[in-house]
Nanobody, 125 residues
């Protein structure tokens, strides 16, 4: 059974950087499309980034384009989200989710049945 564990969240000042990790166990992650979602109280949960199982295709929420980069190391069963030039509006709980997918495929919504527990990112002075 697929299990996902996120890490890397922290309190950081505006303009700072963080790298989030999503480590999978129980399956070989190279067959899974992986999404990063942000949840903010009162605003719901929405997709921040999505990466195809082969790593060749990705997409981003408009507000994070040029600042966030998603990548994966399938040999380590890990997907990363590099977050640069962080802004207060990036604050939230970041979770990863995975669903089976072809190496190049990005689904309309990058949401699977399995989720990690999330990691808190707070951008504040």
């Amino acid at each position: 059974q697929l299990q996902l564990v996120e890490s890397g969240g922290a309190l950081v000042e505006p303009g700072g950087s963080l790298r989030l990790s999503c480590v999978a166990s129980g399956v070989t992650l190279d067959r899974y499309t992986v999404g990063w979602f942000r949840q903010v109280p009162g605003k719901g949960r929405f997709e921040v980034s999505c990466i195809s199982s082969g790593g060749s295709h990705s997409r981003y929420l408009d507000s994070v384009k040029g600042r966030f980069t998603v990548s994966r190391d399938n040999a380590k069963n890990t997907v990363y989200l590099q977050m640069n030039d962080l802004m207060p509006e990036d604050t939230g709980v970041y979770s990863c989710t995975a669903r089976p997918g072809a190496s190049w495929w990005l689904p309309p919504v990058c949401m699977g049945d399995d989720w990690g527990q999330g990691t808190q990112v707070t951008v504040s002075t």
